[in-house]
């Protein structure tokens, strides 16, 4: 999924592997689309009305759902792996949304200065944990939100679950659907996946020269692929 172009708007694409480019329905003016579940049914990403983005969510019966429709920009930027948990930001919030709870902001970690943006990366089926990063991917911080119990810095989480780090991590990208593993990359380190289960540090891969800019499992849980500048 991604964006297109009519003339000077923006317009939200799927790309389906029969090689077909299907453009979604829109109830905004343009839209994009950044994200898409690991079963293929649901998209998301926002809209344009007014000026102002609005996070949605496109499902393959063709329906656009808005999640988010207020005074400043917000958008999707994850799907669980069947499409009923999301995460994106609204201002420099973060947020997670469920069928069951609707919307719920992400809270600061003590620490977090307000106005750094938090950007919430990927979710579990249930939507009981939130993995992304506050700042940015150079200088960023990661954190995990955990229904019930908060959100903490990556640096704090893992070695409080039993997961041993090797370096400082700026960004948790990604959560199988089931929350079993975890990946996670540092500013010019390697990508590093860990078991939630175990404790254990499963692979790592890549290195000084690989900063990674996006990741994400393939659907088969087995394989993670990333996007970087060498």
């Given at each position: ?19 077909c ?27 344009t ?69 938090a ?35 990556a640096?704090d ?21 089931d ?52």
């Amino acid at each position: 999924v991604g964006p297109g172009w009519d003339g000077c708007s923006a317009l939200p694409y799927k790309w389906t592997q029969g090689g077909c480019m299907v453009a979604l329905p829109l109830l905004g003016t343009s839209g994009r689309a950044d994200c898409i579940s690991h079963d293929g049914t649901t998209i998301g990403g926002h809209d344009t009305l007014s000026n102002r983005w609005r996070a949605c969510l496109w499902y393959e019966n063709g329906v656009q759902t808005i999640l988010i429709d207020g005074v400043v920009n917000s958008n999707t930027f994850g799907v669980s792996g069947i499409g009923e948990a999301a995460v994106g930001t609204y201002g420099a919030e973060g947020w997670v949304w469920t069928d069951t709870d609707g919307i719920v902001q992400i809270p600061r970690p003590a620490g977090v200065a307000a106005s750094t943006p938090a950007i919430p990366l990927d979710v579990t089926d249930d939507g009981d944990l939130v993995v992304g990063l506050f700042g940015n991917v150079i200088g960023g911080q990661g954190f995990v939100w955990e229904r019930g119990v908060g959100t903490s810095l990556a640096v704090d989480w893992f070695p409080a679950n039993g997961v041993p780090l090797f370096d400082a991590i700026n960004s948790v990208w990604d959560v199988t659907p089931d929350g079993r593993f975890v990946a996670a990359a540092g500013w010019n380190r390697p990508v590093g996946v860990w078991n939630t289960m175990t404790g254990k540090r499963v692979t790592q891969f890549g290195g000084p020269s690989h900063t990674i800019y996006d990741l994400a499992w393939y659907g088969d849980n087995q394989h993670v692929l990333t996007a970087n500048a060498d």
